[in-house]
């Protein structure tokens, strides 16, 4: 049996984040201030050891650049949702546009679709073909929130419905299992970065 453990972590803001605007698979850098706040950040010293990946947009390899993880790979399996013809908009903006139409979308839960986009299911997808074909051992990833959205809920049973069970901290590390048997499971979620010094944020 293959088991292993990896941790996620999001990107740092982008201009688009600062926005709201949906950013998908659209090439959006981090904003040159949040680039500042990772350099004087560190990844937790029992993940400095294993091998990290990266989605091949910009801002999750200026993450990786800022946190000084040597050595990362991008794989596009850990790139964020395509959003298709909704990438740069908000998403106030198209609830208040689109109605009951959005609403009817937004209740399918891992179905749910951008128009010309991915749903959830589409993610975890490409997600679990990775985890599956993985000879690494344990790994860590620089990816997005639409992906770690989709390990978490398929970790949990959570239907992508309502609000999620946990209350997830986009700055942090969030640790999954995989095994051939049992598939994904949570090990532990929020945890901190911490400063160069070696102290918590």
């Known amino acids: 049996m293959s088991s292993f453990h ?34 004087s950040l560190q990844l937790p010293q029992k993940w400095c050891a294993v091998p990290w990946r990266v989605s091949p947009l910009i801002r999750t390899i200026q993450t990786a650049d800022a946190l000084a993880i040597d050595g990362v790979s991008p794989d596009e399996h850990w790139i964020e949702m395509n959003w298709g013809d909704w990438e740069g908009k908000k998403l106030s903006d198209l609830r208040r546009d689109l109605g009951a139409q959005m609403r009817e979308n937004e209740d399918r839960g891992w179905d749910f679709r951008p128009d010309g986009g991915e749903s959830p299911r589409d993610v975890l997808s490409r997600v679990e073909a990775a985890l599956a074909s993985n000879r690494d051992g344990n790994f860590g990833v620089v990816t997005h929130k639409g992906v770690i959205r989709a390990v978490y809920a398929a970790a949990c049973g959570w ?12 700055k942090a590390i969030h640790v999954f299992s995989w095994s051939s048997d049992d598939g994904l499971g949570i090990v532990d979620l929020n945890c901190p970065l911490l400063e160069r010094d070696g102290t918590t944020t």
Not at 10 to 26: D, P
Not at 159 to 170: A, E, F, V
């Open 6 to 39: 990896f941790a996620l972590l999001r990107h740092g803001v982008t201009a688009w984040n600062a926005e709201r605007r949906i950013q998908g698979q659209s090439d959006i850098p981090l904003l040159p201030e949040t680039v500042d706040e990772y350099r």
């Open 159 to 170: 239907n992508m419905m309502g609000k999620s069970p946990d209350k997830l901290d986009w």
